[in-house]
T-cell receptor, first 114, second 113 residues
């Protein structure tokens, strides 16, 4: 298994541009989520999904859109990039999202918005 | 969400045991205690979790206080590769919380050769 994969590894955007961060998992996990991590901080939840066609907002959803058309993929879209969205983005997945499960994290995408 | 409190940083020497404490005085009966670690420039990595009883795996041990208001992650013999930020996280057991992990600041562990 490849686990959780993320692309790209690094991206530079100009203010106002849009882009999609890709996340895929090959473990047949129902639950997937996106976090952002700002320098020196812990991770904060952006959006999550409990299965194909079902998504919901996390702690910091503004400026981001998600969709889940397949079990494997959970892309994160930045609609109009702002410098405040400069961060490292991590995708995670787990089997169903219940409390006793392990979450698996991807390697992250570093985003710089100028 | 119930909160956790960890020391900002700890230091250890290689080959010595490390005890990383975590306080969670407002923990509920349905909260699991999870530990994740994050090595530099990497995503978080699962270490161990437990509910009420002490737990052991190949990476570490988790000692949970009888009243569950605190826990300790034990690395039996620290190596340089264990240098990371360690996060103690409470995770609700019921499905409707949908697996949210609330990350605090964590403990920065420095391991000296």
């Amino acid at each position: 298994n490849a686990g959780v994969t993320q692309t790209p590894k690094f991206q530079v955007l100009k203010t106002g541009q849009s882009m999609t961060l890709q996340c895929a998992q090959d473990m047949n996990h129902e639950y997937m989520s996106w976090y952002r991590q700002d320098p020196g901080m812990g991770l904060r939840l952006i959006h999550y999904s409990v299965g194909a066609g079902i998504t919901d907002q996390g702690e910091v959803p503004n400026g981001y859109n998600v969709s889940r058309s397949t079990t494997e993929d959970f892309p994160l879209r930045l609609l109009s990039a702002a410098p405040s969205q400069t961060s490292v983005y991590f995708c995670a997945s787990s089997l169903t999202g219940t409390g006793g499960e392990t979450q698996y994290f991807g390697p992250g995408t570093r985003l710089l918005v100028l | 969400d119930a909160k956790t409190t960890q020391p900002n940083s700890m230091e250890s020497n290689e080959e010595e045991p490390v005890h990383l404490p975590c306080n969670h005085s407002t923990i509920s009966g349905t909260d699991y205690i999870h530990w994740y670690r994050q090595l530099p420039s990497q995503g978080p990595e699962y270490v161990i979790h437990g509910l009420t009883s002490n737990v052991n795996n190949r990476m570490a041990s988790l000692a949970i206080a009888e009243d569950r208001k605190s826990s300790t992650l034990i690395l039996h013999r620290a190596t340089l590769r264990d240098a990371a930020v360690y996060y103690c996280i409470l995770r609700h057991s019921i499905r409707t919380s949908y697996g949210k992990l609330t990350f605090g600041q964590g403990t920065i562990l420095t391991v000296h050769p």
